[in-house]
């Protein structure tokens, strides 16, 4: 294993736990989220690294890889806490922090990716790393905006459709619906919604949001350059999305 770069930078441990979970664990080690976008060109920003671990049943035992795993970072402050839903760990090296978050899955569909840009970057090698095949990436992020209501999934959902040509998986969006969690007061009573109804929601979305209003949502997690004209081509594809279903 290549040692991390020091001082630590934040980048630098993503790169590194990226290629650590891919030694250690192979292909049940599934990158998902804003860092697997990241390898696939998108630069929103991200201070999470996020996992499936599948096949898995047990967080416990999740819990049991991703200490054995962080224990070869020198000189690391971690934090491990077994949620509800996921095993989430606080990684402190130098002035550098980042939050890793892992949930466990019977299956999961993946896809093999290179680091070589990222890691290019910041003057490492690269290796072959397991990513959410994006097909279920969108369906997941289409879930967890029905949940959230946050402008930075559906900025993933455009990338996602828009750049890489993905299609949601509805079967998997089906089975997000059916069991709808959010803390959302006009959907806290929700329990369920038929695909229909949500094509419907990210057609109101598309019609009622304000530009002004998404691009402030984004502007933290963007370069400023990327900004103008991006809420107009985020709706395009939220209606493209809705009419896909």
Same mark, same amino acid.
């Given at each position: 294993m290549v040692p991390l770069n020091r001082p630590a930078t934040?980048?630098?441990?993503?790169?590194w736990i990226m290629h650590q979970f891919a030694e250690e664990f192979d292909q049940r080690a599934i990158l998902k989220g804003g860092l697997a976008l990241r390898l696939q060109d998108?630069?929103?920003?991200?201070?999470?690294?996020?996992?499936?671990?599948?096949p898995l049943r047990?967080? &416990?035992?999740? =819990?049991? !890889? %991703?200490?054995?795993?962080? +224990?070869?970072l020198p000189d690391a402050i971690?934090?491990?806490?077994?949620?509800? &839903?996921?095993? =989430?760990? !606080? %990684?402190?090296?130098?002035? +550098?922090?980042v939050q890793v978050e892992v949930n466990v899955?019977?299956?999961?569909?993946?896809?093999a990716m290179s680091t070589a840009d990222y890691a290019r970057s910041l003057g490492r090698p690269a290796r072959v790393v397991s990513v959410m095949a994006p097909s279920y990436a969108l369906a997941d992020k289409l879930a967890a905006w029905n949940e959230?209501?946050?402008?930075?999934?559906?900025?993933?959902c455009f990338f996602l459709r828009t750049l890489i040509d993905a299609r949601p998986d509805l079967e998997r969006l089906d089975?997000?619906?059916?069991?709808?969690?959010?803390?959302?007061p006009s959907l806290a009573s929700r329990r369920s919604m038929s695909?229909?109804?949500?094509?419907?929601?990210?057609?109101?979305?598309?019609?009622?949001?304000e530009d002004q209003e998404i691009v402030d949502e984004l502007r933290p997690l963007l370069p400023p350059e990327e900004l103008p004209g991006l809420a107009r081509r985020i709706k395009a594809a939220v209606r493209r999305i809705a009419l896909d279903l």
């Open positions: 934040r980048d630098g441990l993503f790169l998108s630069h929103r920003s991200t201070t999470d690294i996020d996992y499936v671990f599948a047990s967080k &416990k035992e999740a =819990r049991t !890889m %991703v200490e054995q795993a962080l +224990a070869d971690i934090d491990i806490k077994t949620h509800s &839903k996921m095993v =989430r760990a !606080m %990684v402190q090296v130098d002035e +550098a922090r899955a019977q299956n999961c569909p993946a896809e959230r209501r946050l402008a930075r999934d559906l900025y993933d089975q997000r619906l059916q069991k709808i969690e959010s803390r959302i695909r229909e109804e949500f094509a419907a929601e990210l057609q109101r979305w598309a019609d009622r949001s």
